[in-house]
Nanobody, 121 residues
Framework: QVQLVESGGGLVQAGGSLRLSCSAS????????MGWYRQAPGKQRGLVAM???????NYADSVKGRFTISRDNGKNTVYLQMNSLKPEDTAVYYC???????????????WGQGTQVTVSS
């Protein structure tokens, strides 16, 4: 099995910063993409940022220029640096990883348990 453990959420004032971390562990041969999604109350879960195994990135338009995703392949860890936070960034943030558990195996998607980010105005 594969486990994703997130950390770094919390309460911050508008304009502040937070850094989320997510570490993957378990039966892992290789990790393809890693990323962050978020879900606000009453809304669907949506992509925040994604990073490929070679560092290519993709961001939601609403966070471009404010958030930066990065990863440490040696530690199977993905980070999300969030600057200039706004109240509308308030949500539960979920880590996502696309993992191959063995050589020649299929890719499967895994999720973390979520971490709350609250931005006060």
């Amino acid at each position: 099995q594969v486990q994703l453990v997130e950390s770094g959420g919390g309460l911050v004032q508008a304009g502040g910063s937070l850094r989320l971390s997510c570490s993957a562990s378990g039966s892992i041969f290789e990790i393809n993409a890693m990323g962050w999604y978020r879900q606000a109350p009453g809304k669907q879960r949506g992509l925040v940022a994604m990073i490929g195994s070679r560092g290519s990135t993709n961001y939601a338009d609403s966070v471009k220029g404010r958030f930066t995703i990065s990863r440490d392949n040696g530690k199977n860890t993905v980070y999300l640096q969030m600057n200039s936070l706004k109240p509308e960034d308030t949500a539960v943030y979920y880590c996502n990883a696309v993992v191959r558990r063995r050589l020649g195996g299929t890719l499967a998607e895994y999720w973390g348990q979520g971490t709350q980010v609250t931005v006060s105005s």
